[in-house]
């Protein structure tokens, strides 16, 4: 009965009464995604994080990356600095010094043995004849080049100044000296020192 009376109903409406005023036409470019509009933001917003990213994380670096921080947090004088080789870092080649004395490496290692008789000869004028004849190398962590820097700096002060110098090395956990001279005594160094005063003792 429902159905019949909408039929009734719609069949009363005036027809003509309907026109059409304008014409649908199809669009030359879709209403959504703008893309000059999302690639704008994205750039923006992601250059705005990249900044906020890079100044947070050079914010909460603590590490000593250049000689002037280094200085300025340590209060104290940069002797040298020995720049990175990868000849090196591989232990292809430890001992610059005599494998290749004209490298930037073996520069550095005369610019610190000059610092340090620089500073051996301040050091004797002001406390009036008492130089110091000892050089203490060591650092934080392990890999960090104690080796690869006492053993350069002793062939410095050996083969180039004609100085008698006693390299004595004191890592009882991981000693690796012996290897860089190519010594092969079992025990070499303050391990096998300690090792033979144990046997004396017993």
Not at 95 to 124: I, N
Request: proline share 5%.
């Amino acid at each position: 009965l429902a159905r019949l009376k909408e039929t009734d109903v719609s069949s009363q409406l005036d027809v003509e009464s309907v026109e059409i005023s304008e014409d649908a036409y199809l669009p030359s470019e879709p209403v959504k995604p703008k893309e000059l509009f999302v690639l704008a933001a994205g750039i923006l917003i992601g250059g705005g994080l990249g900044l906020v990213l890079v100044a947070g994380s050079n914010f909460l670096d603590n590490k000593l990356r250049t000689v002037d921080r280094a200085e300025q947090k340590i209060g104290l004088p940069v002797m040298a600095a020995i720049p990175e080789d990868k000849r090196i870092q591989k232990k292809i080649e430890p001992l610059v010094m005599l494998s290749d004395p004209g490298s930037p490496v073996a520069e550095a290692f005369r610019s610190l043995r000059a610092s340090l008789a620089m500073h051996d000869c301040s050091s004797y004028n002001s406390n009036k004849g008492s130089s110091s004849r000892s050089i203490l190398i060591t650092s934080s962590l392990p890999g960090e080049g104690k080796s690869f820097v006492s053993t350069n700096l002793a062939v410095a002060y050996a083969s180039q100044m004609n100085m008698k110098t006693l390299l004595i090395e004191a890592d009882l956990r991981r000693p690796g000296i012996d290897r860089i001279f190519g010594l092969k005594t079992p025990g070499a160094g303050t391990v096998g020192a300690l090792n033979d005063l144990e046997k004396w003792e017993t």
